[in-house]
């Protein structure tokens, strides 16, 4: 209403509000996460040591509420009132934290929501709260942010100073079990650096832990990193007249002792869709994408390495960081420092991980089991063969009694039917476990858990058992027994699925 009366009288205002309203809450961020990662950022630059996000239904309106609460310094009321405008900030590009813009929490909190409240107080007794509404906004009865007001704080119990950010009527906030995780494990990746330093960030009262994409930090369970070389340093000419430098460092991940696990394990421990690069401005990843590689295109064996590259928020504008600080987009000068060290480097993890896949592949790689398994095989009577060997030759069936079959343990991704095949190939039987089947899903996942990383080990009486049905299996004589064996181990991996699956 107020700016078409504007219009009418010849004046433009540079914002047309109601329709910026609405235009601002399709910011675009990434997700739930990328949203509040804007709040959690705001208190640590307030020096928060607690930031508590709690995720519930609105216990009127049964609609979604997000609170961000955290025990920081607090505002004045004036700044109360400058932190809900649109590029009201104190620190209005500066470069010494990670806010920058003044447009942060008003942006995010209505990307979530239709409505923003904001408390906060550097003394217990004095709590002042403003609001942002988006539905008067854009009806036109509002064009300021409201007079801060004495309030009090909606919690029981609350620090000497801090702020709470409330959004409700979250009409674009995702609530389900699945996006949950995702906003731990996001916040977690994105705020690892406060997170090992001691910070504590908790969603609904779980403490988020660090999610190092390098795997190189001390938590990470499953998955352990190793430092690929020393940190690259780049001193660079930032365009405000200062140099900064500009760290890249990579690890790999252990190809040979994780191979085995089943795709779904890897996507749980973050190894499968994990290539790439993270990008931290000020100790804050802001973005992980495919970065600085030249032409190398990305494949599932880039997933194996890690790399990261951290810079300082002098270098914003060589990084092309966005206002939402979860994309940049890095200008020619700066690839012409960066492509030509990191590509060749990518270009040898890769290989380096193509070769690690092709040794564990490799039939010589030798389990525990197969080498108990072929250490006794003489004891045993020689299969009957009449196979011959893949390169042609005439299987040698004589021989075997003498020094016993020799015995190769393989694992791989074989869809859901069967738990693992058999082959008889000359003296060389060769078993394929299915890292797929849910029976091996459900035995390898708790010895990961007890950290069992040594799964050869600890896998060796399932190998046995199932290398000597193979063993029994492929001395089967006749080709119609040989069909019924394969039926029947066929149907006991099916119903084995359905029990355990
Ligand atoms: N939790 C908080 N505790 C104390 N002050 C805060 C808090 N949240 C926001 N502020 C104040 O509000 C201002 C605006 O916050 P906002 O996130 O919109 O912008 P910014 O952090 O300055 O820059 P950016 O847009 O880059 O995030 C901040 O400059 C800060 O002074
Ligand atoms: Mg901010």
Same mark, same amino acid.
């Given at each position: 209403m107020t700016s078409s009366v504007s219009r009418s009288r010849g004046v433009f205002p540079v914002v047309a509000l109601s329709a910026f309203i609405d235009a601002i809450r399709d910011s675009g961020y990434r997700s739930p996460a990328h949203a509040l990662a804007e709040l959690v950022d705001n208190s640590l630059e307030a020096k928060a040591h607690s930031i508590n996000i709690t995720i519930q239904d609105d216990p009127q309106t049964g609609v979604g509420q997000v609170r961000v609460i955290d025990d920081g310094c607090g505002m004045p009321p004036s700044t109360l009132q400058l932190a809900l405008q649109f590029g009201g900030s104190t620190r209005f590009n500066e470069r010494t934290g990670t806010g920058r813009y003044g447009m942060g929490l008003p942006c995010s909190a209505l990307s979530q929501a239709r409505r923003v409240d904001v408390y906060s107080w550097q003394s217990p007794s004095q709590t002042w709260w403003t609001y942002l509404d988006a539905r008067t906004i854009a009806s036109g009865s509002c064009v300021q942010i409201p007079a801060p007001k004495r309030a009090p704080v909606p919690l029981p119990a609350h620090s000497p100073s801090g702020t709470v950010v409330v959004l409700s =009527?979250? =009409?674009?906030?995702d609530r389900s079990p699945l996006v949950a995780g995702d906003i731990t494990n996001n916040l977690g990746r994105i705020f690892r650096r406060v997170l090992i330093g001691g910070a504590s960030v908790s969603v609904n009262g779980e403490p988020i832990g660090p999610v190092d994409p390098l795997f190189t930090a001390a938590h990470h369970k499953i998955v352990q990193g190793t430092p690929y070389g020393p940190t690259l340093e780049f001193r660079i000419r930032a365009p405000l007249g200062t140099t900064s430098t500009v760290r890249v460092r990579f690890a790999e991940l252990p190809v040979r002792t +994780?191979?085995? +696990?089943s795709n779904a394990e890897k996507a749980g421990a973050g190894i499968?869709?994990?290539?790439?690069v993270s990008v931290v401005r000020a100790g804050r990843e802001i973005d992980y994408g495919w970065y600085f590689m030249g032409s190398k295109r990305k494949e599932n064996y880039d997933d194996w390495w890690r790399c990261e590259v951290e810079f300082e928020p002098v270098l914003d504008e060589l990084f092309g960081l966005t206002h939402t600080k979860q994309r940049v987009n890095p200008t020619r000068e700066l690839a012409a420092v960066l492509v030509p060290h990191v590509e060749p480097i990518a270009r040898v993890l890769n290989r380096r991980v193509r070769e690690a896949f092709q040794q564990v592949r490799s039939p010589q790689h030798d389990s525990n089991a197969s080498r108990r398994a072929q250490s006794r095989d003489n004891q045993l009577e020689p299969p009957h063969t009449t196979r011959r060997s893949r390169n042609g030759s005439a299987a040698e069936p004589d021989n075997a009694g003498i020094t016993g079959l020799q015995y190769r343990t393989l694992r791989s991704s074989m869809g859901e039917s069967e738990l693992f095949n058999a082959e008889l190939v000359g003296r060389v039987l060769t078993m394929t476990v299915n890292t797929d089947h849910a029976f091996y899903e459900q035995l390898l996942a708790p010895l990961m858990r007890q950290r069992v990383v040594r799964t050869s080990e600890a896998m060796a009486p399932l190998e046995l058992l199932l290398l000597a049905y193979c063993r029994a299996e492929t001395s089967l004589r006749h080709k119609a027994d040989k069909r019924i064996a394969h039926h029947l181990r066929k149907q006991w991996a099916e119903a084995l699925n359905a029990y355990v699956g």
């Amino acid at each position: 209403m107020t700016s078409s009366v504007s219009r009418s009288r010849g004046v433009f205002p540079v914002v047309a509000l109601s329709a910026f309203i609405d235009a601002i809450r399709d910011s675009g961020y990434r997700s739930p996460a990328h949203a509040l990662a804007e709040l959690v950022d705001n208190s640590l630059e307030a020096k928060a040591h607690s930031i508590n996000i709690t995720i519930q239904d609105d216990p009127q309106t049964g609609v979604g509420q997000v609170r961000v609460i955290d025990d920081g310094c607090g505002m004045p009321p004036s700044t109360l009132q400058l932190a809900l405008q649109f590029g009201g900030s104190t620190r209005f590009n500066e470069r010494t934290g990670t806010g920058r813009y003044g447009m942060g929490l008003p942006c995010s909190a209505l990307s979530q929501a239709r409505r923003v409240d904001v408390y906060s107080w550097q003394s217990p007794s004095q709590t002042w709260w403003t609001y942002l509404d988006a539905r008067t906004i854009a009806s036109g009865s509002c064009v300021q942010i409201p007079a801060p007001k004495r309030a009090p704080v909606p919690l029981p119990a609350h620090s000497p100073s801090g702020t709470v950010v409330v959004l409700s =009527d979250c =009409d674009r906030f995702d609530r389900s079990p699945l996006v949950a995780g995702d906003i731990t494990n996001n916040l977690g990746r994105i705020f690892r650096r406060v997170l090992i330093g001691g910070a504590s960030v908790s969603v609904n009262g779980e403490p988020i832990g660090p999610v190092d994409p390098l795997f190189t930090a001390a938590h990470h369970k499953i998955v352990q990193g190793t430092p690929y070389g020393p940190t690259l340093e780049f001193r660079i000419r930032a365009p405000l007249g200062t140099t900064s430098t500009v760290r890249v460092r990579f690890a790999e991940l252990p190809v040979r002792t +994780l191979h085995v +696990l089943s795709n779904a394990e890897k996507a749980g421990a973050g190894i499968t869709k994990g290539a790439g690069v993270s990008v931290v401005r000020a100790g804050r990843e802001i973005d992980y994408g495919w970065y600085f590689m030249g032409s190398k295109r990305k494949e599932n064996y880039d997933d194996w390495w890690r790399c990261e590259v951290e810079f300082e928020p002098v270098l914003d504008e060589l990084f092309g960081l966005t206002h939402t600080k979860q994309r940049v987009n890095p200008t020619r000068e700066l690839a012409a420092v960066l492509v030509p060290h990191v590509e060749p480097i990518a270009r040898v993890l890769n290989r380096r991980v193509r070769e690690a896949f092709q040794q564990v592949r490799s039939p010589q790689h030798d389990s525990n089991a197969s080498r108990r398994a072929q250490s006794r095989d003489n004891q045993l009577e020689p299969p009957h063969t009449t196979r011959r060997s893949r390169n042609g030759s005439a299987a040698e069936p004589d021989n075997a009694g003498i020094t016993g079959l020799q015995y190769r343990t393989l694992r791989s991704s074989m869809g859901e039917s069967e738990l693992f095949n058999a082959e008889l190939v000359g003296r060389v039987l060769t078993m394929t476990v299915n890292t797929d089947h849910a029976f091996y899903e459900q035995l390898l996942a708790p010895l990961m858990r007890q950290r069992v990383v040594r799964t050869s080990e600890a896998m060796a009486p399932l190998e046995l058992l199932l290398l000597a049905y193979c063993r029994a299996e492929t001395s089967l004589r006749h080709k119609a027994d040989k069909r019924i064996a394969h039926h029947l181990r066929k149907q006991w991996a099916e119903a084995l699925n359905a029990y355990v699956g």
